[in-house]
Nanobody, 121 residues
């Protein structure tokens, strides 16, 4: 019913920048909060950035001042601008959205399949 598709991952250099995008599509009535998570090899998935419908954002301490999340509600898209990349940012980045579908009366969680970000030193 709902698909989240991430793009923009790839190989970056330490100190460089990458921009991720995540577009939600399908039978969407409304989207509440959206977020970016990441999971590095051997580690648990962690929250990177969380953005509410009104654009209020929260960030993990490890990315504050370096990453910026934004969203385009008209396009059902969330972005993650990553600057001053570090090798420890290497992970699979997942998009999350809380979506109410056309056939539902409540919001439910949906996830993208992830996009690999690799930062070389």
């Amino acid at each position: 019913q709902v698909q989240l598709v991430e793009s923009g991952g790839g190989l970056g250099q330490a100190g460089g920048s990458l921009r991720l995008s995540c577009a939600a599509s399908g039978k969407i009535f409304s989207i509440n909060d959206m977020a970016w998570y990441r999971q590095a090899p051997g580690k648990q998935r962690e929250l990177v950035a969380h953005i509410l419908n009104g654009a209020t954002t929260n960030y993990a301490d490890s990315v504050k001042g370096r990453f910026a999340a934004s969203r385009d509600n008209a396009k059902n898209t969330v972005y993650l601008q990553m600057r001053s990349l570090k090798p420890e940012d290497t992970a699979v980045y997942y998009c999350y959205a809380s979506v109410r579908t056309l056939t539902s009366h409540k919001h439910s969680p949906f996830w993208g399949r992830g996009t690999q970000v690799t930062v070389s030193s």
